[in-house]
């Protein structure tokens, strides 16, 4: 039955990206704020199928701990769902995403309208050159960057490893507060396949770190504030799915 459940998702989950990025096609010729608009439209969109068709519910706590103006978004990644939380949580994100995705169909067409961060993961100097300078333009424009500091998606419950260097050269350049992001998104979505576990999803915003902080403080704290929340998160959704760390 979860199978046949994590199967109606998918058909949701791409359905309904056709579907929006169809309808919205006039907002690639419009002021970018539309385009946002219709990324925002299908990110809800994938939260309400998860709750419908696979019994997931989606929490997204800590507004509170979001401040204003432009800021770095630095979160846990353990799922795909991880990209789309942003949209409902922040007022502008600009996501550092792989440049590989902007040949996907509908995908890189928002993405470069929205104007996303895309970069080349094999990770040379003028990569760098170019993030830095792309978030400087976004931030500008008092927008908020998320980037992932793992960098790739990882197991609930896996040992942190986390690549600090691109999260530190940001912090370092663009003078502004990072805001970790926990989740214990992996317990329903796992990195990879497509069964999705009933079960209690959050996403919660924690205290931002102030800018200006020496860059062995500033990642040191930030591992270690968003794993304990990430771990107190891993609990409650693990109590909410009857399972115990020994079951992942």
């Not at 199928?49 to 204003?68: A, H, K, S, W, Y």
């Not at 902007?102 to 970069?119: E, H, T, V």
């Not at 805001?179 to 990195?191: D, F, R």
Request: glycine share 8%; aromatic share 8%.
């Amino acid at each position: 039955m979860n199978t046949l459940r994590s199967i109606l998702f998918a058909a949701w989950l791409y359905g309904a990206m056709a579907a929006v990025a169809i309808t919205a096609l006039p907002t690639l010729l419009m002021p970018r704020r539309f385009a946002m608009g219709a990324i925002r439209i299908y990110a809800q969109a994938v939260r309400f199928g998860l709750r419908l068709f696979c019994g997931v519910r989606v929490e997204l706590r800590g507004q509170e701990n979001i401040p204003d103006g432009p800021f770095l978004v630095a979160g846990k990644h353990q799922a795909m769902l991880d990209v789309f939380i942003p949209f409902l949580m922040v007022r502008d994100p600009a996501i550092i995403m792989k440049r590989e995705l902007l040949w996907y169909p509908a995908l890189g067409w928002y993405a470069l309208k929205a104007r996303m961060i895309p970069i080349d993961r094999a990770g040379t100097a003028r990569t760098l050159k170019k993030m830095l300078g792309d978030a400087k333009d976004r931030v500008a424009r008092g927008r908020q960057v998320v980037i992932y500091p793992e960098g790739t998606r990882q197991p609930a419950g896996a040992p942190p490893d986390y690549k600090p260097a691109g999260l530190t050269a940001l912090y370092n350049a663009l003078d502004v507060p990072v805001l970790p992001l926990a989740t214990n998104s992996g317990l329903c979505w796992k990195p990879r396949g497509i069964t999705r576990r009933p079960g209690l999803v959050v996403y919660e915003a924690l205290p931002p770190l102030p800018a200006g902080l020496h860059r062995k403080e500033m990642m040191p704290r930030l591992q270690s504030e968003l794993e304990a929340a990430s771990d107190r998160l891993l609990e409650e959704g693990l109590a909410a799915q009857r399972r115990t760390r020994d079951d992942l």
